[in-house]
């Protein structure tokens, strides 16, 4: 059994999402639908004008005001998401309702992971593990679309902690990471 006690920040919490919407299928698409929306959206617009019978000069500036508007969305498009996450995080913070447990344990079981935190108390079997991803600063372990238990590589005590996790996760799953 591993156990390990964590603290997660706000800032942990951020770059999780931040790699939840850049390295997994459903944040991929949800970057893709951004990025359409303000072209389909222009569309609308400019046939909803050509269907009301704007006079040719007003039609001309609002497709190149449009046509504008819609290479910046799609060119900010990861960033304007990426804003709006953050802003929505924080206003749920503001709110009191943390969509994190900021302290706890994970306990690393023969057959499951087991988190304690102030408020509650789950169990994880190792085959509800979907996909596990590493970045510099953390290890994240799904367990569904969005969900995962985030172990920041801060909360460990050294590198050969972190090999261990690595190692005793290779033995129970059957994921590439």
């Known amino acids: ?11 942990d919490y951020l770059s999780f999402n931040k790699y939840y919407l850049a390295n997994t299928p459903s944040g ?6 951004t990025r359409l929306m303000g072209p389909i959206m222009s569309l609308f617009v400019l046939i909803l004008f050509l269907i009301l019978g704007a006079r040719p000069s007003l039609l001309m500036a609002e497709t190149v005001a ?13 960033q ?14 503001k709110d009191g309702k ?14 499951a992971i087991h988190e304690i935190t ?3 108390e789950c169990r994880t079997s190792y085959s509800r593990l979907e996909r596990i991803g590493i970045t510099d600063e953390a290890l994240y372990l799904y367990f569904g679309a ?22 005793f996760l290779h033995k129970k799953v059957q994921l590439d990471f």
């Open 146 to 167: 969005i969900q995962a238990y985030i172990i920041p590589f801060s909360c460990l005590s050294d590198a050969s902690e972190k090999d261990r996790i690595l190692a």
């Open 98 to 111: 943390l969509p994190f447990s900021p302290q706890g344990e994970l306990l690393f079981e023969e057959d």
């Open 1 to 11: 059994m591993i156990k390990i006690t964590f603290a997660l920040t706000e800032e």
């Open 118 to 120: 102030p408020d509650s």
């Open 80 to 93: 304007f998401l990426w804003f709006s996450t953050k802003r929505n995080i924080r206003k749920i913070k």
């Open 28 to 33: 991929r698409r949800l970057l893709s639908k």
């Open 66 to 78: 449009l046509t504008i508007l819609s290479i910046l969305m799609v060119v900010f498009s990861k």
